[in-house]
């Protein structure tokens, strides 16, 4: 059974930071696609950030110079470090895997398994 961990989210202060992990275990991909997703209430679920099999990485225009994705391989986690937070970054966030694949699209079809999320709050 495939698990997708999430981790990190919490309430911070506009202008703060958060860093959240994604734990994932029993992926049927060697090398998959993950990415960061976030939904925020009355609104349709967004694609934050992706790292694609080659290990390259896309963000958001929202988040463009404010949030990073990176992975460790050898610990199968996702991270996704998030600074200059502001207000309107509020969601729940998940995490997502998908098939090997050499894109870098934020749409979330490209993910088959999706983690159970982690709140993020920012207050202004």
């Known amino acids: 059974q495939v698990h997708l961990v999430e981790s990190g989210g919490g309430s911070v202060q506009a202008g703060g930071s958060l860093r959240l992990s994604c734990k994932a275990s029993?992926?049927?991909?060697?090398?998959?696609?993950m990415g960061w997703f976030r939904q925020a209430p009355g609104k349709e679920r967004e694609g934050v950030a992706v790292i694609n099999s080659d290990g390259k990485t896309r963000v958001a225009d929202s988040v463009k110079g404010r949030f990073t994705a990176s992975q460790d391989d050898a610990d199968n986690t996702l991270y996704l470090q998030m600074n200059s937070l502001k207000p309107e970054d509020t969601a729940m966030y998940y995490c997502a895997a998908g098939a090997t694949s050499s894109v870098l699209s934020l749409l979330s079809n490209w993910f088959a398994y999706w983690g159970q999320g982690t709140q993020v709050t920012v207050s202004s």
């Open positions: 029993r992926l049927p991909y060697n090398r998959p696609y």
